[in-house]
Nanobody, 118 residues
């Protein structure tokens, strides 16, 4: 079992920055991929960025060049640095962990609200 707790959301003006954090506990050392998803009202949850335990990253096209994912394996923490925020980035951001064992296990945090005002 893996528990995920996000922090760092809030209200920011367009063009501003926020840094999200997600601390993993439980069987955190077994995590293969840590990442961030977001869900805006009335929309499906979508991938923002992900990072493997080996450091490979992937980003959604809509955040490339603006967001950076980073991971501190020693502290079982993943970060999302969000710069040049736009109103359309407004959403609940969820931390996601995937563990590859005898099958794929997926865990979610409770989410943190990010609101970007114009």
């Amino acid at each position: 079992q893996v528990q995920l707790v996000e922090s760092g959301g809030g209200l920011v003006q367009a063009g501003g920055s926020l840094r999200l954090s997600c601390v993993a506990s439980g069987s955190a050392t077994s995590i293969n991929v840590l990442g961030w998803y977001r869900q805006a009202p009335g929309k499906q949850r979508e991938l923002v960025a992900g990072m493997t335990s080996g450091g490979t990253t992937n980003y959604a096209d809509f955040v490339k060049g603006r967001f950076t994912i980073d991971r501190d394996n020693a502290k079982n923490t993943v970060f999302l640095q969000m710069n040049s925020l736009k109103p359309e980035d407004t959403a609940v951001y969820y931390c996601n962990a995937r563990v590859i064992g005898n099958r794929l296990y997926t865990y979610w945090g409770q989410g943190t609200q990010v609101t970007v005002s114009s």
